[in-house]
């Protein structure tokens, strides 16, 4: 079926539009989501673990406020009184006392001399009056250093306390400590609670009883409670295991968060969000990162909260469909436009398109002499031009068939030569993929047999053995353990040569933060001072790789300093198209002999009985370094400490490397240089 060049036109005019607004709209929509979702992401990762620290503040409020309660002067009379009751009685006869005071306890009643002697004194009275100012608070009592009841809020279970875990973890032998329970259901109140101990001192520090609070866990999630974001958007906090704490309309420990398995494998697989389905209502939702409420009381006590910001997914997204929306309509309108103008349009090409027809059918007729004569003061014009001229050329030229059929065939072999090295480079690839495997499987599987054979010696047959006996297996698994150290950081140094890395702009003050909090215990463990001499720069590169250069370096100087309070002065300035990274300590410095040998393969200055480690840190900064187009040195005199500098490129584009197809081809004795040359000549001549 036959078309005209103008329907065409509209056709190819509309086909064009049709597909950039499909593939704009559609695109648009992906990156936007994308987009969209980081930013998302962003924002909830950075709300978590500001409401966590609001947690964390709310039970640090609670403990502060109880810690003023218990210095008041009438409750340590209190207590002091009712350790004078003990004074005259051995360990026996106080256990027979607390006996006998439970039994009758369990049955006391208001109006009893018993119950007004401990519920209805001065000090309860105050301790009521606490739970009338504070709401959340469901519980509070006094007891003496042998756990007797001294005053309390309410009448309690049992007289004696003693004997109760949270009594014993805040007298602790008579040096005191504050205890910081998990959530349990308290009988007494009725509520989901938790129980804050504290000890009761003298004037002098010393331990004379023990307080114990049992305080509403909504206490202290006031700051979730009255998180608001969006129409849906709200807190979730979960303890270790997913049971939930706090979610809106869900009492705490109702049932577990259904998206707690999905959460945690999203830390695992290092993603920035979740988007999960609700088993309830099949709504999606979208689920931050987990953060830790990281209040010291509750972690020395195993405690451990995972607090997320979710959100309606749709809600998330309604901004984005609504923009989409909006852009399918005017990519309509303009389609609609476009069509039109292009079927008015195409009646102006069709005139000279007929001449340019009739000019070919009169060439391929054999009349080399016909010329065409159009004067649109276009394109069109140029090509009949050079219509006109590829006339006269043919008239002028021979082609000679068997030159052109030598020249196909070089071209074929040259192409098949470089699929033949693609496979040979890929076979390398793979080989070298194999050994790798071998190496952290195969060669560590004899020296974890080593070891634990060893172990096994050691527990079983110590006995049995001698000092000198005993001193070699501990040498053997000493040894075992350095050479898997050994063999991971070969792995390492191998990795850092394959490995495509990453490229993008880092803060090097963030990588430095980064490394010394991952050597917090070192740092602290030698007294040392980590110091930022100026704003270091944001340079290009792989982070985790850049993050491990500074991490070795400043490992090495904490590790290897011989002062008591070591110094490590961290520096960088522009040099040229680089910048210059200077990593400085004041230790014992390195003999000049050694400034070149230190960065070589498990090369040590010490024994390896005096400090841990393979000797691959240097080795594998220099790689990394070198892998981001820059060098590193040291420079030393013993005594006075050392530098270590290297330097990483300013520009992005100094990572970037990529070889022009006829630099490979004549590297690899494919095809000639000046045949290269020559066909770039021609091209360059051909426009």
């Keep these: 079926m036959r078309m005209g060049i103008r329907k065409k036109m509209f056709l190819l005019i509309l086909l064009a539009v049709a597909i950039v607004f499909v593939f704009g709209v559609g695109l648009g929509y992906f990156r936007g989501s994308l987009l969209l979702k980081d930013s998302i992401a962003e924002k909830f990762n950075g709300i978590a673990p500001t409401l966590a620290f609001a947690v964390s503040r709310m039970v640090d409020t609670e403990i502060e406020t109880r810690t003023s309660d218990v210095s008041r ?14 004074a005259s009685m051995d360990a026996a006869s106080r256990d027979s006392y607390f006996w006998e005071m439970d039994e009758k306890w369990s049955s006391a009643a208001p109006g009893d001399s018993l119950y007004q002697e401990y519920l209805e004194n001065e000090v309860s009275a105050g301790l009521r009056e606490i739970l009338r100012e504070h709401k959340g608070t469901g519980e509070i009592f006094l007891t003496d250093k042998f756990g007797g009841l001294v005053a309390s809020s309410g009448k309690t279970p049992d007289f004696y306390q003693a004997d109760e875990t949270w009594w014993q973890e805040a007298f602790r032998s008579g040096t005191g400590d504050i205890y910081v329970g998990d959530v349990e259901y308290d009988t007494s109140s009725g509520r989901w609670s938790m129980v804050i101990a504290f000890p009761i001192r003298d004037e002098t520090g010393r331990v004379i009883g023990v307080c114990k609070s049992v305080t509403d866990i909504h206490t202290f999630l006031l700051p979730l409670e009255n998180f608001r974001i969006g129409k849906s958007g709200r807190a979730v906090l979960t303890d270790e295991r997913g049971n939930i704490l706090f979610y809106p309309g869900t009492a705490p420990m109702s049932r577990r968060y259904e998206h707690f398995g999905a959460v945690r494998g999203m830390l695992e697989a290092d993603k920035r969000g979740l988007v999960a389905v609700s088993a309830a209502d099949k709504k999606k939702i979208f689920v931050s990162l987990p953060a830790t409420i990281n209040n010291p009381r509750l972690l020395e006590r195993g405690v451990r909260w995972q607090l997320m910001i979710e959100q309606d997914y749709a809600e998330v997204f309604a901004p984005l469909k609504k923009l989409m929306r909006q852009s399918g309509t005017v990519s309509v309108l303009v389609l609609l436009i476009m069509s039109s103008i292009g079927f008015a349009f195409g009646g102006v090409f069709v005139v000279p398109l007929k001449k340019l027809h009739e000019a070919t059918e009169k060439i391929a007729g054999g009349d080399m002499t016909y010329r065409i004569d159009l004067h649109t ?11 006109n001229r590829m006339t006269q050329e043919l008239r002028r030229t021979t082609v000679s068939r068997d030159a052109l059929v030598a020249e196909i065939w070089e071209r074929k072999k040259a192409e098949e030569a470089l699929k033949q090295y693609t496979k040979h480079v890929e076979r390398i690839n793979k080989e070298l993929d194999d050994f790798t495997y071998i190496v952290s499987h195969d060669l560590k599987e004899p020296l974890r047999s080593i070891d634990a054979f060893s172990k096994f010696i050691e527990e079983d047959y110590a006995h049995k053995l001698d000092d000198n006996g005993r001193n070699y297996l501990g040498r053997i698994r000493a040894n075992t353990i350095r050479m898997q150290d050994l063999i991971e950081d070969l792995l390492e140094i191998s990795r850092i040569g394959k490995r495509q890395d990453a490229c993008e702009e880092v803060d090097a003050d963030d990588l430095v933060r980064e490394a010394t909090l991952r050597l917090e215990y070192s740092i602290k ?26 991490l070795n370096l400043i490992s090495n100087a904490v590790k290897f300093n011989d002062k008591p309070q070591p110094r490590i002065e961290i520096g960088a300035r522009p040099k040229g198209d680089f910048y210059e990274f200077a990593v400085k300590d004041n230790g014992p410095g390195i003999e000049e002999r050694y400034l070149e040998k230190i960065f070589e393969i498990f090369q040590r200055l010490t024994k390896k009985e005096e400090h841990e480690g393979t000797g691959a840190g240097l080795t594998i900064a220099k790689k990394i370094v070198q892998k981001h187009k820059g060098r590193i040195w040291a420079e030393s005199r013993v005594g006075e400490g050392a530098v270590f500098y290297f330097t990483l490129p300013r520009d992005k584009k100094f990572l970037v490397e990529k070889k022009k197809i006829g630099e490979i081809l ?22």
């Design 525 to 550: 463990e030698k007294n040392a001072d980590i110091v930022l001499i100026d704003k270091l720069p944001r340079v290009f590169g792989d982070r985790v790789r850049l993050m491990q250069v500074f």
């Design 666 to 687: 004549v590297g690899k004795k494919l095809v000639a240089e000046k045949d290269v040359d020559r066909a770039l000549e021609e091209q360059a001549s051909s426009g």
């Design 377 to 387: 003061g276009d394109e069109i014009e140029d090509l009949a031009v050079s219509f």
């Design 73 to 86: 002067l009438s409750w340590r009379r209190s207590v002091e009184k009712s350790n004078l009751k003990y």
